[in-house]
């Protein structure tokens, strides 16, 4: 397991999830349950959605070199756009509502049990077919090293699950958005220039 590839990975995944509806779903979620079991929940519930990422990417890693970089290059760029796009606070702030009103109807004083499967369930709905976990899947592909890039993701999606638990609508007032998100999309774009020069090498 490569630290330089789980490093990489952290970095790139960290500023993608930090304005996405990770953070906002963890912060609803403690403000409905006790932090501990909600933590553990969404904790179990990332832990599954980067393993199903890993696995994914694995099987695409089987294909020849030269198609497996041309596919995650595209993918790197398609994620830097899709970061640039919409307004991160009108989102956030959409997300949040949704969620409260999803939850509305949760008993206000459930057992740990539950609160720890209702987190796990939120945020694995919420993270299935997202735009990370797409990336974990492309990352896994591009450097063959599941274990680095499995917990690389992973690190990064806790850390941000971390601190909406801790702290998230203060973060969300102190931390730009906007710029938060331009720096993942210049990450992203970074990676799909690399990637498209080693597809071009392996042709």
């Known amino acids: 397991m490569s630290l330089r590839v789980l490093v990489m990975v952290f970095a790139l995944i960290l500023p993608a999830e930090l304005p996405d509806k990770t953070m906002v779903a963890t912060l609803?979620?403690?403000?409905?349950?006790?932090?501990?079991?909600?933590?553990?929940?969404?904790?179990?519930?990332?832990?599954?959605?980067?393993?199903v990422a890993v696995v994914a990417?694995?099987?695409?890693?089987?294909?020849?070199?030269?198609?497996?970089?041309?596919?995650?290059?595209?993918?790197?760029?398609?994620?830097?756009?899709?970061?640039?796009?919409?307004d991160p606070a009108k989102e956030v702030a959409e997300e949040e509502q949704e969620l409260t009103a999803e939850l509305a109807t949760a008993?206000?004083?459930?057992?740990?049990r539950r609160s720890a499967m209702t987190s796990f369930a939120v945020l694995f709905a919420a993270e299935w077919g997202d735009l990370t976990q797409i990336l974990t899947a492309n990352l896994a592909a591009k450097y063959g090293d599941p274990g680095a890039v499995f917990f690389g993701s992973w690190a990064a999606l806790v850390l941000v699950a971390t601190l909406g638990i801790l702290g998230g609508r203060a973060l969300l007032r102190v931390v730009p958005l906007v710029w938060v998100r331009r720096v993942a999309a210049g990450l992203f774009g970074t990676m799909a220039v690399v990637t498209a020069l080693e597809a071009a090498h392996a042709i």
Do not use: N
Request: aromatic share 8%; glycine share 14%.
């Open 57 to 86: 990417g694995g099987a695409v890693s089987l294909l020849p070199d030269e198609l497996v970089h041309g596919v995650t290059a595209a993918l790197f760029a398609v994620g830097a756009v899709l970061m640039l796009r919409g």
């Open 28 to 51: 609803v979620l403690s403000t409905r349950f006790p932090p501990v079991p909600v933590w553990l929940g969404v904790t179990a519930g990332f832990a599954v959605q980067s393993g």
């Open 107 to 112: 008993p206000r004083t459930p057992s740990f």
